[in-house]
Nanobody, 117 residues
């Protein structure tokens, strides 16, 4: 069983930046596709960034050019650098292993990101 622990969230002003981290337990990390998701109040959880085991990344249009996902296999950690944040980016952010386009493991606690002046 893989455990996922997110950190790095907080309160930031519009146009600000945050860097989120997700530490994963287990030895499969380096072979896994990893994704960052977010869930805003009253909305469904949505996928905002994906990184394959080889480092190929993908983003939806809503965050493309502002968010960057990266990974450190030695630390079993995936990161999400978020720049030019907007109020609509406010959400709880989660990470997970992806397989076939779907999340695999139980969700971690997430980390709250609030963008507000």
């Amino acid at each position: 069983q893989v455990q996922l622990v997110e950190s790095g969230g907080g309160l930031v002003q519009p146009w600000g930046s945050l860097r989120l981290s997700c530490a994963a337990s287990g030895s499969i990390f380096r072979f896994s596709t990893m994704g960052w998701y977010r869930q805003a109040p009253g909305k469904q959880r949505e996928l905002v960034a994906v990184i394959g085991s080889g480092g190929v990344t993908n983003y939806p249009d809503s965050v493309k050019g502002r968010f960057t996902i990266s990974r450190d296999n030695a630390k079993s950690t995936v990161y999400l650098q978020m720049n030019r944040l907007k109020p609509e980016d406010t959400a709880v952010y989660y990470c997970n292993v992806l397989s076939g386009g779907s999340s695999v493991y139980p969700w971690g606690p997430g980390t709250q990101v609030t963008v507000s002046s």
